[in-house]
């Protein structure tokens, strides 16, 4: 027997390690994109780069409803780590097509909505997030998420 980690929970390790650089004061996430065991691009929720950050300045908390009644409370201030590791790979010139994510938590809606467009094949997880709004995407992308915490 090996006490070598898997290869999932060595990409899930390094992912709560990238959620140590969050500036989210309301939950630290971690995201890192992988294809063929190699990391592509890393990122974790906080401001655009250049402006005050959450832990800085406080959040700018929006309310709003989803079409089920359910109520939502969002951060104008903070860019989700999902589409900062999209945005990196971008920045940098990194084809994410047919790429896997991991994430210290499951995506919010738009978020999914991001990866499926970006060609993300699959999403690995370490916590549940409002797993039931992402249902009908899921369904209908073909994207595969795994709880691998």
């Known amino acids: ?28 996430v971690g995201a890192v994109i992988v294809r063929r065991k190699s990391i592509l691009a890393t990122g974790y ?23 089920d009644g359910e109520a939502e409370e969002n951060c104008f201030r903070t ?16 084809s994410i097509e047919g790429a896997a ?15 499926v467009n970006s060609g993300i094949e699959a999403i690995y997880y370490d916590r549940p997030y409002k797993l039931h709004t992402l249902e009908e995407i899921l369904r209908y992308t073909g994207v595969q998420m795994h709880a691998v915490g």
């Not at 390094?14 to 500036?23: F, G, K, N, W």
């Not at 994510?101 to 990866?115: A, D, G, R």
């Open 45 to 67: 929720n906080g401001a655009p780069s250049g402006m005050p950050h959450c832990s800085e300045v406080g959040c700018l908390i929006y309310k709003s409803t989803n079409p």
């Open 1 to 28: 027997m090996s006490d070598r980690l898997s290869w999932d929970d060595y990409f899930l390790q390094i992912t709560r390690q990238v959620a140590e650089r969050s500036t989210c004061t309301r939950a630290r």
């Open 101 to 115: 994510v991991y994430v210290t938590h499951s995506p919010c809606i738009h978020c999914l909505k991001v990866l």
């Open 79 to 94: 860019i989700h780590a999902e589409i900062n590791a999209i945005a990196q790979a971008a920045r940098n010139g990194t």
